[in-house]
């Protein structure tokens, strides 16, 4: 199902919406407002999320061309021309309001893609609250979340 987003308001229903309904499979964000590449006109970016109700966790992959990262927050060797994909997923911090250590063997395993079973690494997983403030700030800005920290993926688009 489709959703569109335009308010801190409408976030707020579609996240509980989530969090009350078993999703089939991760969910995933695009932006209207960036821009299309190759000749499908596919997403330059995407982020995608996957949750644990119970221990109020989640862990996003990210994906994106160079320009869809903050320009202070890139690698020195990123230019904005490219069209190369590069790939993230969250990394948990020490913070206590995580539900679980990324260690403990709590929980269900939190998947990047159901179909294939790939999972996120167990050290990817952050608050509900911290899922919520990314997703707002990527609603806000168009760009890759800088409110969490993240570790490089192999996975891309």
């Known amino acids: 199902m489709t959703v569109t987003v335009r ?10 919406d989530i969090t009350t309904n078993p ?5 995933v964000v695009y932006l209207r407002e960036r821009p299309t590449i190759g000749r ?4 330059d970016h995407q982020l995608e999320f996957d949750i644990d ?22 690698a020195q ?11 993230w997923v969250s990394r948990a911090d020490a913070s206590p309001d ?11 395993p939190l ?10 690494p167990r050290n990817a997983m952050i608050s509900l609250e911290q899922l919520r403030t990314a997703l707002l700030e990527l609603m806000t800005t168009a760009l890759h979340p ?3 920290d993240w570790q490089d993926s192999e996975i891309t688009l």
């Open 146 to 148: 800088t409110c969490v």
């Open 77 to 87: 060797d990123d230019t904005e021309t490219t069209q190369d994909m590069h790939g």
């Open 7 to 16: 308010t801190e308001a409408d976030l707020t229903r579609v996240l509980h």
């Open 98 to 108: 995580v539900g679980r250590t990324p260690t403990d063997g709590k929980g269900k």
């Open 111 to 120: 998947y990047i893609d159901f179909g294939t079973r790939t999972e996120f």
């Open 40 to 43: 499908r006109n596919l997403p």
């Open 53 to 74: 109700v119970d221990y109020r966790i989640a862990a996003i992959h990210a994906a994106g061309v160079p320009d869809f990262v903050p320009h202070d927050a890139r």
């Open 23 to 27: 999703q089939p499979h991760p969910t």
